[in-house]
Every structure is written in C-alpha cells, then in structure tokens.
C-alpha cells in the first residue's frame, strides 16, 4: 500500500512541538492524530477520494495544518482559499476546481456555507472535521494530484496549478538540501496560505524536516518584533514589503528597544526574502538593522523555487542566485533558441518540482512547455559568467507584482467595465520602493458620468482581493493606443508620471 512520504514521515517526530498558533502548542502526533480524523470525516462512506477537490478557508493556524494533510490522507487534493478574498472571487475557485467538499472555521461559515450550497459541494464546520475519529485510510501514490493554487496568469482569469505529491515531496527536499532545514530550527510565518511562499517555502518545509513552525494570522510590525525578541526563531521568509514595514517599525522605536529587535534578528541563522524584487536600499538598510544580508531566491507556483542565493557564500544584491539542486534552468531567446554561457532571456525550467497541469485547461498547458518538457516561466532574466541570475520583469506588461502577489492586470480590467460608470479602462503596475509595483487604473467614464476614487475602491471591495484594489486611479478623456487600436500600457504608466 502506497503512503505519501510526508505523511509517514510526521509519524517519526512523535512528541516534539510541530506547530505554535495562537492557541497553544501541538506536537507531531497532535497533527497527525487530527489530520486522520479530516481524513475519516471526509471520506465518510467512501474508501477513497479518487483525487476529489477539497476547498477549505481557514486562518493560518494548527487547524489549517490539520485539515490539508487531512485532505491527502484521504486521497483528495487540497484547495486553499484566500481569507481576504471576497465571495466572488471565493466563488470562482469552486466552481472553476468543481469542489466537492468545503471546509470553513466558524468566521466563515455563513459565507462558505452559502457558496458551497450553490455549487452542490458538501460543506463541513472545521470543528467537526476535526472531530476525533478513526476509520482506514486509503493508500495515496506519490503521482496523485495533491493541490490546487489559482494564480493569476496573463488571462483574465486565475488558473488553478496543479501539483502533484512527488512535486510537492521534490520542492520541499530542494529546499531542505539548500538552506540545510534542521529538527533545530524554528520558524515564524506570517506568510498568507494561499500562496506556494507560506505553504511550500515555511510550514511544509518545516513540516518535512521535523522543525516548529509558529503560524500568526495577519502581519503586523509591532507585533512580529515582539516575537523576534520573546523568541528564539532561526529563520524568518517575507516578502520585500514586509521587510520594508518591519524598517519603519525599527526607525520608530527607542534606542533601547532598538538595540533588542537587532540583537534579536542576529540570534537568527537565516533571513530569507521572495515573491518580488528585492530594492538594494531596502537589503542594505535590513543588513544595518539585522546584520543578515537577505538571502533572495526565485520561484513561481508552478514551479516552486528554482533559484537561490547560497545559504554559505556571498550573495549578490539584486541577483537571485544560481539553480536549486535538482532544478534545472535556461534561457531562450526569443525565438525559442537556447541562450548558452551570458545572456539575457526568458527563463525556462525543468525537473520534478514543475507543476502537473493547469486544471481544466490543457490549451494553458500545452502552451506553457517546450520540447524537453522545459516550462516557460513568462520572466525576464539576465546570467551573469558565474551562472547567477538577475530578474529583468515579465514578458506581459499585464502581470502586475506587489506585495509579493502577481496579479494579473486583464481580470481587474475585466471587473471595472462592470461597473455603470466606466466606458474603458486600462490597469497598470508602477514602480514602489516599498509594493514593488502599485496597482494603477486609468480610466474613461462614460458621457456624463462621474465616480470618485474613494467609491471606486469601495465597489471594488466587494469584488476583488484587497491586494488587487487600485491604488492610484485616474481619469483620462481616452487612452493611448497604437495604429491597430490596441492600448499601450507603457503610454499609461506614462500618464500616472505626469500627474
């Protein structure tokens, strides 16, 4: 009987702490004990999932933990939602993955239970889920999809990335191997677990190798400093923005307390930073603070990481590094040769930590391999003569990155002609020392229509993700296009620079 690896190797950590959230401590057995009362709760009559979608919307906690690996030992595959996303949005996931069961905390049970209704999916209390109970549990191979996240790709509309567990068990062992995860270590995640970053990169990293992983929902400065200095963490991953945040908060402080939140940050062993471009500025203030140089890596969702900074040696600033083990990375011109040696190019990757498929869409798929089964990431890079890589940007100008989300500029377009107001539109991302990108909304209303800023976001609000919500909107008497009619999006950025 085929047992996924993860699971069986939980089983070996017995008593030491897995997991701290804001209710207390659990152990490895905690965990695996209730995983397998999810696991029982779901499969109810059944012996097996067979690979049936589980959606569940639940805050970064021992809970989340539970029920995903619950989902796996049941034979389903996981499909975490956003806790800031709006029903919309949460809509769609189930729809467009056809979940069968939906999990919801008691926050948001009324809405879960209410859209699990619509789409005929059978919904469940986490409580009850986790409700102490025991029946057998079906053998899972490896090859099984695992997980679903939706990302937003060039459509107007987010994919869902299919992972599998060997996808999932080569991700984790890559990064495990790099930056030498140990049963000593312990980590503070702040991370959203929605996103590959919170998921891949801290809890099942941590969960693989034996180590506690502290999970906190929602990110506040004040409070993640505090718990720098109450606590001995070892390694610490954020995105840029929260690094930027966690500056100010120090620029804020007394000497005192100062002299506490540095001397807390270098009791660590690793710092690590991701999602989105780095700024120099923001690394070099972070080593005056911390003493660490930020370690900079990159990935996607469809490929986990597959670029990083050396955990021993010198890191470059604005590069990413060199292939994680087992990862294998190029760059094609634009005509699809191979790049050899230095170059700049768009970067394709291989090996068993690249996603399956995207679900239901095997046009997306097809189109996103080449021969070889190389996957073509979409991003820009440039290889130094050492081998080190340096993100250029996206071949789309319609991929917005901030706050480490990539966002795609098409879907928030596509919810603002919705609104009675707006004859067109055209969303754009611009530069941010602190967002990476802002997301920027040029718009032209309709004849004798009018709609302030502040109205707009709040329409907005009840549509879209609050990441997705324009920050900057302007309205213009028609946008820029060229001679075939199409608008050009650097002639919009420009726009925003001139106000």
Same mark, same amino acid.
């Given at each position: 009987?085929?047992?996924?690896?993860? =699971?069986?190797?939980?089983?070996?950590? @017995?008593?030491?702490?897995?997991?701290?959230?804001?209710?207390?401590?659990?152990?490895?057995?905690?965990? %695996?004990?209730?995983?397998?009362?999810?696991?029982?709760? %779901?499969?109810?009559?059944?012996?097996?999932?067979?690979?049936?979608?589980?959606?569940?919307?639940?805050? @970064?906690?021992?809970?989340?933990?539970?029920?995903?690996?619950?989902?796996?030992?049941?034979?389903?595959?996981?499909?975490?939602?956003?806790?800031?996303?709006?029903?919309?949005?949460?809509?769609?996931? %189930?729809?467009?993955?056809?979940?069968?069961?939906? =999990?919801?905390?008691?926050?948001?049970?009324?809405?879960?239970?209410?859209?699990?209704?619509?789409?005929?999916?059978?919904?469940?209390?986490?409580?009850?889920?986790?409700?102490?109970?025991?029946?057998?549990?079906?053998?899972?191979?490896?090859?099984?999809?695992?997980?679903?996240?939706?990302?937003?790709?060039?459509?107007?509309?987010?994919?869902?990335?299919?992972?599998?567990?060997?996808?999932?068990?080569?991700?984790?062992?890559?990064?495990?191997?790099?930056?030498?995860?140990?049963?000593?270590?312990?980590?503070?995640?702040?991370?959203? %677990?929605?996103?590959?970053?919170?998921?891949?990169?801290?809890?099942?990293?941590?969960?693989?190798? *034996?180590?506690?992983?502290?999970?906190?929902?929602?990110?506040? @400065?004040?409070?993640?400093?505090?718990?720098?200095?109450?606590?001995?963490?070892?390694?610490?991953?954020?995105?840029?923005?929260? +690094?930027?945040?966690?500056?100010?908060?120090?620029?804020?402080?007394?000497?005192?307390?100062?002299?506490?939140?540095?001397?807390?940050?270098?009791?660590?062993?690793?710092?690590?930073?991701?999602?989105?471009?780095?700024?120099?500025?923001?690394?070099?203030?972070?080593?005056?603070?911390? *003493?660490?140089?930020?370690?900079?890596?990159?990935?996607?969702?469809?490929?986990?990481?597959?670029?990083?900074?050396?955990?021993?040696?010198?890191?470059?600033?604005?590069?990413?590094?060199?292939?994680?083990?087992?990862?294998?990375?190029?760059?094609?011109?634009?005509?699809?040769?191979?790049?050899?040696?230095?170059?700049?190019?768009?970067?394709?990757?291989?090996?068993?930590?690249?996603?399956?498929? +995207?679900?239901?869409?095997?046009?997306?798929?097809?189109?996103?391999? =080449?021969?070889?089964?190389?996957? /073509?990431?979409?991003?820009?890079?440039?290889?130094?003569?050492?081998?080190?890589?340096?993100?250029?940007?996206?071949?789309?100008?319609?991929?917005?990155?901030?706050?480490?989300?990539?966002?795609?500029?098409?879907?928030?377009?596509?919810?603002?002609?919705?609104?009675?107001?707006?004859?067109?539109?055209?969303?754009?991302?611009?530069?941010?020392?602190?967002?990476?990108?802002?997301?920027?909304?040029?718009?032209?209303?309709?004849?004798?229509?009018?709609?302030?800023?502040?109205?707009?976001?709040?329409?907005?609000?009840?549509?879209?993700?609050?990441?997705?919500?324009?920050?900057?909107?302007?309205?213009?008497?028609?946008?820029?296009?060229?001679?075939?009619? /199409?608008?050009? /999006?650097?002639?919009?950025?420009?726009?925003?620079?001139?106000?």
């Amino acid at each position: 009987m085929n047992r996924i690896e993860l =699971i069986e190797i939980l089983a070996s950590y @017995s008593d030491r702490v897995a997991i701290t959230d804001s209710r207390g401590y659990y152990s490895y057995e905690d965990l %695996l004990a209730s995983s397998c009362s999810v696991a029982s709760s %779901l499969l109810s009559k059944e012996n097996d999932l067979r690979e049936k979608r589980v959606a569940f919307l639940i805050p @970064s906690s021992f809970e989340y933990a539970a029920v995903m690996l619950g989902v796996w030992l049941a034979g389903g595959v996981a499909v975490p939602l956003c806790v800031s996303h709006p029903d919309p949005e949460l809509d769609y996931v %189930l729809q467009d993955s056809g979940a069968e069961f939906v =999990i919801a905390s008691p926050e948001f049970e009324e809405r879960l239970e209410r859209l699990a209704g619509l789409r005929g999916a059978r919904f469940i209390r986490s409580g009850d889920a986790l409700y102490p109970q025991t029946r057998p549990l079906p053998g899972v191979s490896e090859t099984r999809r695992a997980m679903i996240i939706y990302t937003s790709g060039t459509t107007s509309r987010p994919k869902g990335v299919v992972t599998t567990h060997e996808n999932l068990k080569a991700q984790i062992g890559s990064l495990a191997l790099a930056w030498e995860w140990s049963r000593s270590d312990f980590i503070l995640n702040v991370l959203p %677990l929605h996103h590959l970053h919170g998921i891949m990169n801290a809890l099942l990293s941590a969960l693989f190798t *034996g180590a506690h992983c502290e999970l906190i929902h929602g990110f506040d @400065s004040r409070r993640v400093w505090e718990k720098f200095i109450e606590k001995d963490y070892t390694l610490f991953m954020a995105v840029p923005t929260i +690094y930027s945040r966690l500056i100010r908060s120090w620029d804020e402080a007394g000497d005192e307390e100062r002299k506490m939140m540095s001397a807390a940050c270098r009791g660590m062993r690793l710092m690590v930073s991701g999602s989105a471009a780095l700024p120099v500025s923001t690394l070099e203030k972070w080593r005056e603070i911390s *003493g660490h140089v930020l370690l900079e890596r990159y990935g996607m969702t469809e490929i986990g990481m597959a670029l990083s900074n050396p955990l021993r040696g010198e890191r470059k600033p604005g590069r990413v590094g060199m292939p994680l083990p087992g990862v294998d990375v190029g760059l094609i011109d634009e005509s699809g040769g191979v790049i050899n040696g230095e170059g700049a190019g768009e970067i394709i990757v291989r090996g068993k930590n690249v996603f399956l498929e +995207y679900w239901n869409n095997p046009e997306s798929t097809r189109g996103a391999f =080449i021969d070889g089964g190389w996957f /073509k990431t979409g991003d820009l890079a440039e290889r130094s003569g050492d081998g080190a890589y340096r993100i250029l940007g996206r071949k789309s100008v319609d991929i917005i990155k901030s706050g480490g989300y990539k966002i795609s500029a098409l879907e928030i377009e596509e919810v603002l002609r919705g609104h009675p107001d707006i004859e067109e539109c055209a969303v754009v991302g611009l530069g941010d020392d602190e967002w990476g990108e802002r997301v920027c909304a040029a718009l032209v209303l309709k004849e004798e229509h009018d709609v302030s800023p502040e109205s707009l976001k709040e329409w907005c609000r009840e549509r879209l993700a609050p990441y997705k919500i324009p920050s900057r909107i302007i309205t213009v008497s028609e946008l820029p296009r060229n001679r075939m009619g /199409k608008v050009t /999006k650097p002639e919009v950025i420009q726009l925003f620079k001139s106000v």
